[in-house]
């Protein structure tokens, strides 16, 4: 089922203007990184030819750098 969402309007033009509705975006693709990482706590990502480290810190977080 696809959701449309409304577009806001100010209250002076929704006196006189009918609703536009927005297309909804497709739903986005969810990765979840212990199956990203394969039960490690870094890896290298590729992109544009270009090398990021995504790693998980001892706090538990996500850091990606370059």
Do not use: C, W
């Not at 927005?22 to 986005?28: C, D, H, Q, S, V």
């Not at 706590?41 to 996500?62: C, M, P, S, V």
Request: proline letters at 5%; aromatic letters at 2%.
């Amino acid at each position: 089922m696809e959701e449309d969402r409304v577009l806001m309007m100010s209250r002076d033009d929704a006196e006189q203007a009918t609703p536009q509705h927005i297309p909804a975006t497709p739903k986005l693709r969810r990765l979840k990184v212990s199956d990203l990482l394969a039960g490690e706590r870094e890896a290298i990502l590729e992109h544009d030819g270009q090398d990021y480290r995504l790693r998980i810190t001892a706090n538990g977080k996500l850091i990606l750098t370059k």
